[in-house]
T-cell receptor, first 115, second 115 residues
Framework: DTGVSQDPRHKITKRGQNVTFRCDPI?????LYWYRQTLGQGPEFLTY????????KSRLLSDRFSAERPKGSFSTLEIQRTEQGDSAMYLC?????????????FGPGTRLLVL | AQSVTQPDIHITVSEGASLELRCNYS??????LFWYVQSPGQGLQLLLK????DTLVQGIKGFEAEFKRSQSSFNLRKPSVHWSDAAEYFC?????????????WGAGTKLIIKP
């Protein structure tokens, strides 16, 4: 068990560019979550998948944000036409729901800076 | 409105001293309650959680938390802190059941340890 991994760990981009982040969950976990965290705040939920199905996406911040999990394993989060306000830490978490005992395991995050 | 309040943005304690981090919530029903810790460069890690039953919950790394329904609180405690406990601590609440994506997070408390 290598935990949840995210790549890259840091990304600097210019306003207007597209960026894509990858998350590899713990191998047997069928749920995968994406969050955004800004300085001094807790995580803000964006979207989640169960296997390859995206079950909740209404809280993606705008239509510039999209996520995929095509084979039910790794996931990508893409931000198109980045804006300075997108600068934040993007967190991924995975879980294996077992009745009410679901625990999310978080990756280290990808820190995005938009110049 | 549903909310989680962590009244202390920063707390400084001496190594070996006791610790209490406060968490108050506003929620329509008795929620599930969580404490997470975030160390620099690392992912959020679950310290403990309360679903039901005994209101004093034991977690990892020597932490415990007590759910007080009458005060809508779920304060985190540790009898003797170690320098390695320096981190940011987040309280989160969510609806009973299988709905991790609906967690409401506090803004976090940064713990600073004095040698």
């Amino acid at each position: 068990d290598t935990g949840v991994s995210q790549d890259p760990r840091h990304k600097i981009t210019k306003r207007g560019q597209n960026v894509t982040f990858r998350c590899d969950p713990i191998s047997e976990h069928n749920r995968l979550y994406w969050y955004r965290q800004t300085l001094g705040q807790g995580p803000e939920f964006l979207t989640y998948f169960q296997n390859e199905a995206q079950l909740e996406k209404s809280r993606l911040l705008s239509d510039r944000f999209s996520a995929e999990r095509p084979k039910g394993s790794f996931s990508t989060l893409e931000i198109q036409r980045t804006e300075q306000g997108d600068s934040a830490m993007y967190l991924c978490a995975s879980s294996l729901p077992l009745a009410a005992q679901e625990t999310q395991y978080f990756g280290p995050g990808t820190r995005l800076l938009v110049l | 409105a549903q909310s989680v309040t962590q009244p202390d943005i920063h707390i400084t304690v001496s190594e070996g001293a006791s610790l209490e981090l406060r968490c108050n919530y506003s929620y329509g029903a008795t929620p599930y309650l969580f404490w997470y810790v975030q160390s620099p460069g690392q992912g959020l890690q679950l310290l403990l959680k309360y679903f039901s039953g005994d209101t004093l919950v034991q977690g990892i790394k020597g932490f415990e938390a007590e759910f007080k329904r009458s005060q809508s609180s779920f304060n985190l405690r540790k009898p003797s802190v170690h320098w390695s406990d320096a981190a940011e601590y987040f309280c989160a609440v969510g609806p009973p059941g299988d709905s991790n994506y609906q967690l409401i997070w506090g803004a976090g408390t940064k713990l600073i340890i004095k040698p």
